[in-house]
């Protein structure tokens, strides 16, 4: 599997027990019209998101010139999967989705705090050249270490706890690669200031990491608010951004 297809898989099995309902209020999956629209825009047809999604990938749209393809079919993918219908198969267009997805959280986060950006989340492009599929690779690697620290952020991860998300990926298509990377990240010490680095400067993927760290945890103790309050602030995000983030989500 690359990166991009595990963070697929950890997206559909659900790192913590909210992952997947956080994924459905940004999706709008209880819409019930979701993946026709999604369709009609794949399709060229002319199909018309509403919500959130509809909002940010029109704008993205027009900020990179034009409709990104890959963006929606990943997030029909996704949608698929959330509700029911995805497959180990669909590995590759999982991952799309969860990039775009994230980017979308971002990306509307930022205009919604008036954060104004022409800069398109690379999750809602389609990558011209190996260069840019590369730097995409390399962001999703830190969007993955940013959903293992968060889960790491109430004290160490267990090693039931481990078990149970390795067996959860296994079951979306995760080979034995796969699973000692994540293996590996998730007995690391946590590492806050890696990502603060990373992302400093960087609005749009400092919106990015923050969204992604949501989507690994419940939000349910003082450490882990204590470590999204510490990640954002040493991120430069501001207040605004992150209670945006907060709300698409549902917390």
Same mark, same amino acid.
């Given at each position: 599997?690359?990166?991009?297809?595990? $963070?697929?898989?950890?997206?559909?099995?659900?790192?913590?027990?909210?992952?997947?309902?956080?994924? =459905? +209020?940004?999706?709008?999956?209880?819409?019930?019209?979701?993946?026709?629209?999604?369709?009609?825009? &794949?399709?060229? *047809?002319?199909? @018309?998101?509403?919500?959130?999604?509809?909002?940010?990938? +029109?704008?993205?749209?027009? !900020?990179?010139?034009?409709?990104? +393809?890959?963006? &929606?079919?990943?997030?029909? !993918?996704?949608?698929?999967?959330?509700?029911?219908?995805?497959?180990?198969?669909?590995?590759?267009?999982?991952?799309?989705?969860?990039?775009?997805?994230?980017?979308?959280?971002?990306? *509307?986060? $930022?205009?919604? !705090?008036?954060?104004?950006?022409?800069? /398109?989340?690379?999750?809602?492009?389609?990558?011209?050249? #190996?260069?840019?599929?590369? =730097?995409?690779?390399? #962001?999703?690697?830190? /969007? $993955?270490?940013?959903? %293992? +620290?968060?889960?790491?952020?109430?004290?160490?991860?267990?090693? @039931?706890? %481990? #078990?149970? %998300? /390795?067996? =959860?990926?296994?079951?979306?298509?995760?080979?034995? @690669?796969?699973?000692?990377?994540?293996?590996?990240?998730?007995? *690391?010490?946590?590492?806050?200031?890696?990502?603060?680095?990373?992302?400093?400067?960087?609005?749009?993927?400092?919106?990015?990491?923050?969204?992604?760290?949501?989507?690994?945890?419940? /939000?349910?103790?003082?450490?882990? *608010?204590?470590? $999204?309050?510490?990640?954002?602030?040493?991120?430069?995000?501001?207040?605004?951004?992150?209670?945006?983030?907060? #709300?698409? &989500?549902?917390?």
């Amino acid at each position: 599997m690359s990166l991009t297809d595990l $963070l697929g898989a950890m997206m559909q099995s659900g790192m913590a027990p909210s992952s997947r309902k956080r994924a =459905k +209020n940004v999706l709008g999956a209880e819409s019930g019209d979701l993946m026709e629209s999604l369709s009609g825009l &794949v399709g060229g *047809k002319g199909g @018309d998101l509403g919500g959130i999604l509809g909002e940010v990938l +029109n704008s993205a749209g027009r !900020a990179a010139g034009g409709m990104q +393809n890959r963006a &929606v079919g990943g997030l029909g !993918a996704l949608a698929g999967a959330l509700l029911g219908g995805g497959t180990r198969s669909m590995g590759g267009a999982l991952g799309g989705g969860a990039m775009a997805l994230i980017g979308a959280i971002a990306f *509307k986060a $930022l205009q919604g !705090a008036g954060q104004k950006t022409d800069n /398109v989340p690379l999750g809602l492009l389609q990558p011209r050249n #190996q260069a840019e599929q590369q =730097k995409l690779e390399q #962001q999703t690697e830190l /969007v $993955l270490k940013a959903m %293992i +620290n968060a889960a790491k952020s109430d004290g160490r991860i267990s090693e @039931d706890e %481990i #078990q149970r %998300i /390795v067996g =959860k990926l296994k079951e979306a298509g995760a080979q034995d @690669d796969d699973m000692r990377y994540v293996m590996s990240e998730m007995q *690391k010490p946590i590492d806050t200031y890696s990502l603060m680095a990373a992302a400093k400067g960087q609005p749009e993927l400092a919106a990015e990491l923050y969204a992604a760290s949501l989507m690994a945890i419940e /939000v349910d103790t003082t450490a882990e *608010k204590a470590y $999204l309050q510490e990640l954002a602030g040493g991120m430069g995000l501001s207040p605004e951004v992150t209670r945006q983030i907060d #709300q698409m &989500v549902g917390l």
